[in-house]
């Protein structure tokens, strides 16, 4: 019994920005935001878009490529670290947006890594026969954590310029915000009667370094918001963006080498690597340590950036309209993420 990818889709906003369009509203240059990322350009969702849209979008595509009407679909997994609320999660509202209501529905909050728990996930409801057709969503709406006011100006379509206060506050996040883009991808897969699937996989979480990547507000507070938090800008994540480059540039080559061990097939073997696309920096030196050809390695990052959980089902999207993601194929997913969550997954195309 098998797992084989069918259909898969994605979902851009039509609002980008560029790094050249950053410096208008922070103290930062195209060229250092590049350099240091990767990234040129990404997406951001427009004030009242939500992470369910974003992913219902990349949803009905994937569907149509798949050929099957909603209805079809047994089980649906919908993974973003950007809900549109507290609760409930966005999974029953993608599934609403898309046409399968009555589908169960199921909220994964792994992160940047929620890819690979979603096809762990996968692979264990058709293997004890729970489902045949599922859809795995990643979505996220990262600008609502976005440091800066005017989004017109952002733009360059008119607005004002920022006061010395909300320049100054742009500023202090602006390793945050250089580095996060909205969009949603997403893939459905269907039970086979061949070998195709979910090889092996290698999971890890450990809690102990939430403080790397978190929002600090949250219902450990009564009332779980106020006015006060906003003010102290409890709802921009924080981030320790080295110690998370160290985390990810060590467990990942390992998670890597593990997981090939576990399926018995060495890391030449692996046709394709697609990793979460976090930082260029971070996928560069995985790259290296694990000695693998850059060809093998694709990249999307430098014009739609981290979109979280919707990185791995976007790239595997272009990759299937492309033609680089064959039949046969052995595919290496990798990812690290907030919690920290982190892990690789070998899957036969």
Same mark, same amino acid.
């Given at each position: 019994? %098998?797992?084989?990818?069918? %259909? ?8 980008? #920005?560029?790094?050249?369009? $950053? ?27 939500? #992470? ?8 009905? /595509? ?34 609403? *947006?898309?046409?399968? &209501? ?37 979505? +996220? ?22 006061? &010395? +206060? ?49 929002? &600090? ?9 106020? *006015? /006060?938090? !906003? ?10 963006? *080295? ?18 061990? *576990? ?31 850059? +060809?093998?390695? &694709? ?18 999207? +272009? ?10 194929? =052995?595919?290496?997913? =990798? #990812? !690290? ?8 997954? $070998?899957?036969?195309?």
């Amino acid at each position: 019994m %098998g797992l084989a990818i069918i %259909g898969t889709g994605r979902f851009l906003p039509p609002d980008r #920005a560029t790094n050249q369009d $950053l410096t208008r509203v922070m103290d930062t240059t195209a060229e250092w935001i590049e350099q240091r990322t990767g990234i040129q350009a990404r997406h951001f969702a427009s004030d009242g878009v939500g #992470a369910s849209d974003l992913g219902a979008e990349a949803a009905k /595509e994937a569907l149509r490529k798949a050929r099957i009407a909603p209805e079809q679909v047994d089980y649906l997994l919908v993974a973003t670290m950007t809900p549109d609320h507290h609760f409930p999660g966005p999974a029953a509202m993608v599934g609403a *947006k898309v046409g399968m &209501p009555g589908v169960p529905s199921l909220d994964v909050r792994q992160q940047c890594a929620a890819w690979i728990y979603q096809l762990q996930l996968a692979h264990a409801l058709v293997h004890t026969g729970q489902a045949s057709t599922l859809l795995l969503v990643g979505c +996220e709406a990262h600008a609502g954590f976005m440091p800066w006011q005017d989004w017109d100006y952002l733009y360059g379509r008119g607005g004002s310029a920022p006061s &010395p +206060e909300a320049w100054e506050r742009a500023s202090r996040h602006r390793g945050l915000a250089i580095l996060f883009g909205d969009g949603a991808g997403a893939v459905v897969v269907k039970r086979t009667d061949d070998d195709r699937g979910l090889l092996a996989v290698d999971l890890h979480s450990d809690g102990r370094h939430v403080d790397l990547l978190f929002v &600090p507000g949250g219902f450990t507070h009564r009332p779980y918001w106020t *006015k /006060e938090m !906003l003010d102290e800008e409890k709802h921009i994540p924080r981030m320790m963006g *080295k110690e998370l480059f160290r985390h990810a540039v060590a467990k990942l080559p390992e998670s890597v080498r593990t997981v090939c061990a *576990k399926a018995g097939v060495s890391i030449d073997q692996v046709d394709l690597f697609v990793a979460h696309q976090a930082n260029d920096r971070i996928n560069g030196a995985v790259r290296t340590a694990l000695r693998v050809p850059a +060809e093998k390695v &694709p990249s999307n990052i430098a014009q739609i950036g981290n979109t979280s959980a919707g990185t791995i089902p976007i790239l595997l999207d +272009e990759l299937t309209e492309s033609g680089r993601l064959k039949p046969g194929m =052995l595919v290496c997913f =990798l #990812a !690290l993420g907030a919690g920290l969550h982190w892990g690789s997954a $070998l899957f036969r195309t």
